[in-house]
RNA sequence: GGGCGUUUAGCUCAGUUGGCUAGAGCACUGCCCUUACAAGGCAGGGGUCGGGGGUUCGAGUCCCUCAACGCCCACCA
């Protein structure tokens, strides 16, 4: 085909140019007449759109895209759909902020309301309808700023299989999975103690936890034996004597045998309590004796479950003591002391207590400051606390020990890259100790897909759930009827209620290989595409996302979801800190792209190794650019000649030379890849490009323009060999690449075939040749640079000690060498490798 | 308290099953406008492979131990 070589090729422009190509030719769009086993299938990690863009999120998205390519030129078509995770609480609080609104779901609907354009403080109240709408229409918004970024990457997407957590489609996926589990009794409803954020009023599961150590300050608190002893007890949350059920100590230890059994009163309630035994009292703690409340942390739930105690909370879901006087305090003292707490909040009541108990003479010596771990939610500001509450769950193995069992089997089975990553799954499901909690008492998701019936005095009876049928979803509980009932009959007597909490996130995309894969509504696709070959993720969320989707394909399909989970690193600030948006040194693409353009991130990207914590490293991205632009000047010269020339006129030693080692790089290439090592693959291709272009394009040079010896033989090697170079850099650089690739072939490269060892069939020679015409041409430039004088110096004795065999093979590329290092003769002798020059007089 | 990972040139990192004088790039030094490329090319200096033991003919590579850093988990009285 006749060539379209610009003058000056460049980097500028690119992006846009070809993805708008590759968009109009469907060049990533997924063929799915092909069978199971022809499809490699990706369960792209769906990326919060409310989160900002930084660079984490290009990190993986790149080195995945790596992958992906490489196995559409393997031969396979690929299944690589894009998802938004636009459901949940991160976009409730984007939408708060950025237009200064509260949700009230007992406001009506306004359909005229429009936000204000500056957002108001206070926060104005909105109905559940009208935010659920700016959620929506903020969170498009978010997509498309993903979207744009994501195609200036070059993500080699098939954009029409796309899906957003909220939508329609996933939210019937989502309801229908949770029904199924619900059908099948791995779903329940139960009333209990919870883990609540205040703030966010809504329960939060085991996996959203985090520790953040806080200070504390250790009471020392007298409790009463019938005889007039004091016992003392250490607590760092006095304000919870009120909740006080029992006082428990270590069964073996021996200060307080004889306490087991017997009674003691609460200090200023007067409240009366057993003593109690259990494994769990750590002697050597505080006192040794520890007070249970309900509830003042998970120990404090362990306790009252294994012990059978009562239960006495005071703490509400606002995060206050209950107002009204508890009805277990009985005595009058103790109740106008629940009075003066009343309606406070703990760090408050705290204080109160403390002043109460030193009045009372019941607080021992002086206050102990201490630093300790406090469970917050991971999103939240406040302590967690724990409150009662009706909440659903999915059966998760952290109770039943077969199940467990069954989960950390898969595990095992599941290929983890890097492997040592499958010890973060085990460690986290041996160490589950609930059910999963999937139930939020929040807004903008996707609804739990049941109602209640009402008995005849209008209490719910969560026994008796209401179903939807499947053909009804996806289903709003809130605003529809369930059937078989009327819109009339919602809160009456006989009649129903809806649920009105949503389902958690990670409820939902725990889904994503179904939602994307269309498991709902086309089994057809489902089939082709699922089991899918791989889950791409981050090490942080393999206890929610990964966890919870293995979970849900062991329920469902009783399989794995995929074959293997490539889990890629943290990524670190330039000072190699962990980027976090508090302290500010968030690194965003974009201005990097505009800088060093989209081929030098990914570069810096796929050098990340598999697994490895990696640093935004704006070097890295340099030198990916510089590879970038000489592909462009290398690729000018190689197909500078106009002919295209056929492989089976290769003939010349030299040039055989170069392919058996650009052969082996092939094959080092696909091998790396296979194992999912994208870092490897561009690893190995790199350092035999710099030394094509170093020394085999200098040592060709002379006879690729006709200066003598077999030039059709120099100008077959060259296509050949950029060909091939061209499609093992696609992956990484797919602009520059498909730039060259459309130079002279037709096509797209990243529809070409990986390079395979057939291509090199019957051309190679001995690589040795190469590599020792490389040494001499590099001692013979050391001595032009030792002299201070131009490459151009001619040589006017060339002499070379070397084994028979290099001489050989030095013989076989001599006249190569001696034009790229302007001589006119060798002389050789045997002996070890030395190289003696001397220089024509400049 | 437990687990995982990291520790190789000033910086960022490679070093696959132990094997010839430990590699790359950046940075640094020197040279070169050479007809693919001067926002380039060529050449060069630079490391007791975190510390200490051990196995081996031979260890950056295997074992033990210690340390620093990072991450994950843990019942916070």
């Not at 000018?636 to 650009?662: K, Q, V, Y």
């Not at 590099?778 to 004088?789: E, L, Q």
């Not at 490798?833 to 007089?841: I, P, W, Y």
Request: aromatic share 10%.
């Amino acid at each position: 085909m006749t060539r379209n070589i610009p003058e000056k090729p460049g980097l500028e422009g690119l992006e846009e140019k070809w993805d708008s190509r590759w968009e109009s030719d469907g060049t990533f769009r997924f063929d799915r007449s092909k069978t199971r086993d022809e499809i490699f299938a990706i369960d792209t990690p769906p990326p919060t759109v409310s989160g900002s863009l930084h660079m984490g999120s290009v990190f993986g998205y790149v080195q995945t895209d790596s992958v992906a390519r490489y196995r559409r030129m393997s031969g396979k078509e690929v299944f690589y759909p894009m998802g938004w995770d636009d459901n949940g609480l991160p976009t409730e609080r984007r939408v708060q902020n950025f237009f200064g609104v509260r949700c009230d779901p007992s406001l009506p609907y306004d359909p005229d309301f429009i936000p204000p354009p500056e957002p108001p403080e206070p926060p104005i109240s909105i109905s559940r309808r009208n935010f659920i709408a700016l959620c929506h229409g903020l969170t498009e918004e978010d997509e498309k700023v993903f979207e744009h970024l994501w195609r200036t990457l070059g993500l080699s997407v098939d954009w029409t299989q796309s899906y957003a957590t909220i939508d329609d489609h996933s939210q019937r996926t989502s309801q229908k999975a949770f029904l199924a589990n619900l059908e099948r009794g791995e779903a329940y409803t139960q009333d209990a103690p919870v883990l609540w954020d205040v703030d966010f009023k809504t329960a939060v599961a085991q996996a959203e936890l985090e520790d953040r150590e806080r200070p504390g300050t250790y009471h020392r608190v007298a409790f009463h034996r019938p005889d007039g002893e004091k016992l003392f007890i250490e607590t760092t949350r006095p304000e919870l004597v009120c909740s006080c059920v029992a006082l428990v100590a270590h069964p073996d230890d021996d200060r307080y045998q004889g306490l087991f059994g017997s009674t003691v009163t609460s200090p200023l309630f007067g409240v009366e309590l057993p003593v109690v035994a259990h494994e769990l009292a750590e002697p050597d703690k505080g006192s040794g004796i520890a007070m249970i409340c309900t509830w003042g942390d998970t120990t404090d739930v362990t306790w009252w479950r294994e012990l059978d105690l009562p239960t006495r909370a005071v703490i509400k879901q606002n995060g206050c003591f209950q107002t009204e006087v508890p009805e277990w305090i009985e005595s009058e003292a103790g109740r106008a002391v629940y009075e003066q707490i009343a309606g406070l909040y703990p760090n408050q009541a705290r204080k109160k207590m403390a002043e109460l108990l030193e009045e009372s003479g019941d607080l021992q010596g002086e206050l102990k400051q201490v630093s300790h771990p406090v469970k917050f939610y991971e999103k939240g500001d406040r302590p967690l606390e724990i409150v009662s509450s009706r909440q659903w769950y999915i059966r998760n193995g952290g109770r039943e020990d077969d199940l467990r069992k069954k989960l950390l089997e898969l595990g095992e089975r599941l290929d983890w890259v890097p492997d040592f990553m499958g010890v973060r799954y085990k460690h986290w499901v041996e160490g589950l100790n609930g059910d999963w909690l999937i139930s939020r008492q929040r807004f903008f998701g996707v609804p739990i897909p049941v109602w209640y019936h009402l008995d005849d005095e209008g209490i719910p009876d969560y026994d008796r759930v209401i179903i939807p049928d499947e053909a009804s979803l996806p289903v709003d509980p809130t605003s529809q009827a369930p059937p078989g009932f009327s819109e009339e009959q919602r809160g009456q007597r006989g009649g129903f209620i809806g649920d009105r909490d949503i389902m958690d996130t990670w409820a939902t995309s725990s889904l994503t290989p179904q939602i994307a894969g269309h498991w709902d509504d086309d089994p057809d696709l489902f089939a082709r595409v699922f089991p899918m070959d791989i889950r791409p993720q981050g090490p942080e969320i393999i206890r929610t996302w990964l966890f919870s989707t293995l979970l849900r394909s062991y329920y469902e399909h009783d399989q794995l979801p995929w074959g293997h989970a490539t889990i890629n690193g943290w990524i670190l600030d330039p000072d190699r800190k962990k980027m976090s948006k508090s302290i500010g040194n968030v690194v965003t693409p974009i201005p990097l792209i505009e800088e060093y353009g989209s081929e030098a991130v990914r570069y810096w990207a796929c050098n990340g190794r598999p697994g490895t914590d990696t640093a935004v490293d704006f070097g890295v991205m340099k030198i990916g650019r510089r590879l970038a632009v000489k592909i462009l000047n290398a690729s000018r010269f190689a197909l500078g000649f106009g002919d295209d020339a056929d492989p089976e006129l290769i003939t010349e030693p030299i040039d055989r030379s170069m392919l058996a080692g650009l052969s082996d790089v092939v094959d080092r290439a696909t091998a790396a890849f296979e194992k999912f090592d994208y870092a490897r693959a561009l690893e190995v291709a790199e350092a035999s490009f710099w030394t094509w272009t170093d020394d085999y394009l200098e040592l060709v040079k002379g006879r690729a323009y006709g200066e003598g010896g077999d030039t059709a033989s120099a100008h077959a090697a060259l296509q050949l060999s950029l060909s091939v170079y061209l499609r093992l850099f696609a992956p990484f650089l797919p602009f520059v690449t498909e730039e060259v690739w459309s130079w002279w072939r037709e096509g797209s490269v990243h529809r070409a075939p990986w390079p395979s060892p057939d291509e090199f069939a019957g051309l190679t020679g001995d690589a040795r040749v190469l590599a020792v015409t490389s040494e001499v041409l590099t001692a013979v430039r050391r001595a032009k640079s030792d002299a201070r004088t131009s490459m151009r110096t001619g040589v006017s004795s060339l002499q070379v000690t070397a084994s028979r065999k290099d001489i050989e093979a030095l013989q076989a590329a001599e006249r190569d060498l001696l034009e790229a290092a302007r001589g006119s003769a060798v002389a050789y002798d045997d002996g070890e490798f030395a190289v003696a020059v001397v220089l024509e007089d400049a």
